[in-house]
């Protein structure tokens, strides 16, 4: 529940959304407006100097009223922790309130795109109370924060069913829709759609592996713009499998991937073969198709270069998995396609997600697939190239991405996006991760909630989710 412990997007946004507002609101079609912060702009022209000017009068759950020192606290404790937040802010050198509503950033390097940062989405800017912050382990069972809703704790019960009331204090008071909102964890996806069908659930954020399940069972379906998939190795040298410390090897297992048979067969139509780690409407992607599909299908050419490297014969390599939206079906269709080269991919599956995301952060197995929503290239590179990156578990550097994200942040526009577009294209030459496709995101609905609640299923670009704190009733 603790929103500086959870990680951005999806299931930790679910969580934090409703009980914590965020600093920046990302809408729906694309457009940062004002959340807890009513203004912001760069101080420089080398954007390390950031200042929030923070809405007047808004009351936190507890009753306590929001000043700019309660901002730099939540941002300071949010940049202490581990999480993808985390890896955003770790560039920060202080933050200060200069007066009783406004907040100045300074960072130590250039950081672009800070309105990307303290959204909603990635949840930098959930700002929490002082209160809280004074017992920040019951922020792992209870909320304070300046949301619409907050958690009863006397009908929660952790890891099973999170039950969310009014928040009596909100400062917008129209955006408080129902008498509350139920989060219920099920562990696996075939539960979740009988849970749909008993009427236990209105609402779950599902897969394509779902659909005919879902349509069997008479359910409603929705999708969005959606996630990038990879298999995220991040073992480039070596010190897990020393197979992919050769640049040839990650090629050749880039080229016996047949990724729009994958696409097709796991997403239907609804899926596109992609090498880039980026996706349309962020900087760093390069347009047109050479990155589309850079490796084309090609297992002559894959057998070729596992021989070159001396590989010939394969070698043995552990993936995880687990049964969560498509995961575990992404990386049993990549193992078998590796077998084609000599490559024996043993997964070790996990009962939950929470126990995948802990096995993939421990750094002790090759990899396993991720599914993310992607980010603007300044602070999607933080979390993938910085050596202490979230996603850079294996503590990897390489100083050649390194410098052209740096040059990237330090200038603007066109100029800016050449460098970040120059670092992309480093990455998928030497192939540091298996990258697949883009796949848009499947929502399921119990029949008749859609006619009698805005579901708001709109949202901008590749985000992980709908925000269930602006759903409201249809009358």
Do not use: C
């Not at 101080?43 to 390390?48: I, R, V």
């Not at 599902?206 to 879902?214: E, I, K, L, M, R």
């Not at 410390?245 to 090629?251: A, I, L, Y």
């Not at 992309?424 to 540091?432: N, S, T, V």
Request: glycine share 10%; aromatic share 12%; hydrophobic share 40%.
């Amino acid at each position: 529940m603790d929103p500086g412990r959870l990680n951005n997007g999806g299931n930790g946004a679910q969580y934090s959304a409703l009980a914590y507002d965020s600093l920046i609101y990302w809408a729906p079609n694309g457009d940062y407006l004002p959340g807890l912060a009513t203004s912001w702009k760069y101080l420089d022209a080398s954007n390390q100097i950031f200042q929030l000017t923070i809405r007047p009068n808004v009351k936190f759950s507890d009753g306590a009223t929001l000043t700019a020192q309660d901002v730099v606290n939540s941002i300071e404790y949010d940049a202490q922790g581990s999480t993808t937040a985390a890896s955003y802010l770790g560039n920060l050198a202080t933050a200060t309130a200069t007066g009783p509503l406004t907040v100045v950033l300074t960072f130590k390097q250039p950081q672009p795109d800070l309105e990307t940062i303290f959204d909603q989405d990635n949840m930098a800017g959930d700002v929490i109370s002082p209160q809280g912050l004074a017992t920040p382990t019951a922020l792992g069972t209870t909320t304070d924060g300046t949301g619409p809703y907050m958690i009863d704790p006397t009908q929660t019960v952790t890891g099973s069913t999170y039950v969310y009331v009014q928040n009596p204090n909100y400062w917008n008071a129209s955006l408080v829709r129902f008498k509350e909102v139920v989060v219920d964890v099920i562990a696996s996806d075939t539960s979740a759609i009988a849970a749909m069908q008993t009427g236990q659930a209105d609402f779950f954020g599902g897969s394509y592996s779902d659909v005919s399940a879902a349509k069997a069972a008479g359910l409603d379906l929705y999708k969005e713009s959606g996630v990038f998939a990879t298999i995220w190795t991040n073992d480039y040298t070596g010190k897990i499998v020393k197979a992919l410390r050769n640049v040839k090897v990650r090629q050749a297992m880039s080229y016996a991937i047949n990724r729009p048979a994958i696409a097709k067969a796991l997403y239907g139509s609804y899926a596109q073969p992609n090498d880039e780690i980026s996706t349309p409407g962020f900087t760093g992607y390069v347009p047109g198709t050479k990155w589309l599909d850079y490796y084309t299908y090609n297992l002559k050419k894959a057998k070729a270069l596992m021989k070159s490297a001396g590989y010939a014969k394969g070698f043995t390599m552990t993936l995880i998995g687990v049964n969560y939206q498509g995961y575990l079906q992404i990386t049993e269709a990549v193992a078998s396609e590796l077998a084609a080269i000599g490559i024996h991919v043993k997964i070790k599956e996990f009962a939950t997600f929470g126990e995948y995301v802990t096995a993939f952060l421990s750094g002790k197995y090759a990899g396993g697939d991720i599914q993310y929503g992607t980010q603007p290239m300044s602070i999607e590179s933080t979390a993938i190239f910085a050596k202490d990156g979230l996603f850079n578990v294996e503590k990897n550097s390489n100083p050649k991405l390194l410098a052209l994200v740096a040059k990237g942040n330090s200038t603007h526009g066109a100029v800016s996006n050449a460098y970040y577009q120059q670092a992309m294209e480093l990455w998928i030459q030497g192939a540091y991760s298996l990258n697949l496709f883009t796949a848009d995101n499947v929502f399921i609905v119990k029949p008749g909630v859609a006619s009698n609640v805005q579901l708001g299923l709109k949202f901008p670009g590749t985000a992980s989710g709908p925000d269930f704190a602006f759903w409201s009733p249809a009358s």
